[in-house]
């Protein structure tokens, strides 16, 4: 498709805008609403550098779906920035387990299609500590074949997660130096908010943005992007639900 000079400099504008920003009211976008045109080529823009554009009721957001987008977060930067010195790419991979817990019980294990208004901390911690618990009854050989097809060291995970000191949960001011499970927790917490993922409405009741249940919904539910992580992390529960129905 040729486009005319006036349509290439509209679209590009909304784009250097995303990409300078990550994101713009949608009543400054009016053109990429309003001409089809405008709208296909600024999405063009976000997919030539592996990202794609979503909207929610306010905001138009740049989103990076490849790791190796120009707009991906560095692991070297997570480690900086959001967690400590001594933090591994491990850890990492435990924070995205930990958000992946976190937006799962918003959704009833991804079932539901509309989220819970918040989830407690206290309730987070426990279905992570579930959430490893299961992981852990997996026979070792299917574990290691799991690992093998989805590319993810889901027994490293539990045992970092494992190796957390659980007896400091009690200590009253958790933080980076406290190395719990929810000191953890508390780090992950701080990156959702600062990635306007989150907010906490205070008593450590958390609240997802628009922005979150826009990508989670486009997203984390398409087995296309999760590489089927949802449904191994939960299909054992499933099965012992369905087992638990069938014996009463």
Known sequence: ????????????????????????????????WDDDEVRSLTNAYAQAVQCTI?????????????ADSPFHMRNDTIKKEYLTAKSVNMDIYLMYLSIIVLFGIFYDSYQSAEPLQFVPLSRWLDEMNQRMDTLQRYDPALLRQVET???????????????????????KKQDART?????????????????????DAGNDELVLTEKAKTIIVTYYMEEEYNRGIMNFMYQ?????????????
Request: proline fraction near 1%; avoid cysteine.
């Open 1 to 32: 498709m040729e486009y005319t000079d006036e349509i290439i400099q509209a679209a590009f504008q909304i784009y250097t805008k995303l990409a300078s920003q990550g994101q713009i009211l949608k009543s400054e976008s009016g053109r990429y």
């Open 54 to 66: 979503i909207h929610d009721a306010l905001y138009l957001y740049l989103i990076p779906i490849a």
């Open 149 to 171: 097809e989805q590319n993810i060291n889901w027994t490293s995970l539990i045992k970092k997660w494992a190796d957390m000191d659980s007896i400091k949960e009690t200590v």
């Open 179 to 199: 190395n719990s499970r929810l000191s953890f927790l508390i780090m992950t917490k701080n990156f959702l908010i600062r990635q306007q993922l989150l907010h």
């Open 236 to 248: 054992l529960d499933h099965k012992e639900e369905i087992n638990h129905a069938v014996h009463q």
